[in-house]
């Protein structure tokens, strides 16, 4: 089995910054891309920033600048530093990788965390 966790996300003012971390747990051989989507009441799940294996970032529109993507592969992990953030930020933050297992490539979902952006 494999388990994603994130951790980090919470009560920010406008123009603050957040970091956000997945660790992917349990019995595969390797990961592929990573990446976070988010998600707000009554909306769609949107992408917000994936990151290849070889270390490739892309980012939506609305976040370029402000959003930056990392992993380290050692650790099965993968990080999302959010600054300069806005209200429209808030969202629930879910965490995403493509796990080779048992000889298939699979998206893997973490249960998300939520950040809100208030003042």
């Known amino acids: 089995q494999v388990q994603l966790v994130e951790s980090g996300g919470g009560l920010v003012q406008p123009g603050g910054s957040l970091r956000l971390s997945c660790v992917a747990s349990?019995?595969?051989?390797?990961?592929?891309?990573m990446g976070w989507y988010r998600q707000s009441p009554g909306k769609q799940r949107d992408l917000v920033a994936v990151?290849?294996?070889?270390?490739?970032?892309n980012f939506a529109d609305s976040v370029k600048g402000r959003f930056t993507i990392s992993r380290d592969n050692a650790k099965n992990l993968v990080d999302l530093q959010m600054d300069n953030l806005k209200p429209e930020d808030t969202a629930l933050y879910s965490c995403?990788?493509?796990?080779?297992?048992?000889?298939?490539?699979?998206?893997?979902w973490g249960q998300g965390t939520q950040v809100t952006v208030s003042t």
């Open positions: 990151i290849t294996s070889g270390g490739s970032p």
């Open positions: 349990g019995s595969f051989v390797s990961i592929n891309t």
């Open positions: 995403y990788m493509v796990i080779y297992r048992l000889g298939y490539l699979r998206n893997y």
